[in-house]
């Protein structure tokens, strides 16, 4: 199965036993035909441990999954260590959330009330008209 646009081949779907699991690796020519050199990546590896995309943190290989009306729901663009949810990754920055978004938090009387309501150190919380962070 030739890649699209890649110019990488898919060389193997293969079943692993020990892990009941199987993986996808691809091909990339580093040389010129009478070299024959090629270099294999593993691109995808599924397992009952879960799935790992990009194990060995090659560049160029990112990741995109598209929802019914957007093509760019959840990007990772490896090569800037960038996530977009919404839409593109943005270089430079780690995430980049775009389109409306709600954050649900629980509201407070004070920050005492947050800390003893069960809000953890780091935590989001409501009061007095501010979203607030608990620090101590």
Known sequence: VDGYN???TVVAVRANDVYDGFSVVVS???????????????LLKASQQGVIINEHGEADFDFR?????NTNMLVVDAGNNAVGIGGAAVSGKSLT???YTD???????????????????GGLYHTSG??????S
Request: aromatic share 4%; net charge negative.
């Open 6 to 8: 890649s110019g990488h």
């Open 28 to 42: 990339e020519d580093t040389g010129d035909a009478e070299d024959e050199e090629v270099t294999f990546r593993q």
């Open 65 to 69: 999954v598209e929802s019914d009306t």
């Open 97 to 99: 959330v775009t389109g």
């Open 103 to 121: 954050l649900s938090l629980s509201n407070y009387a004070d920050d005492s009330a947050a800390s003893t309501g069960g809000v953890p150190v």
């Open 130 to 135: 501010a979203v607030k962070v608990r620090v």
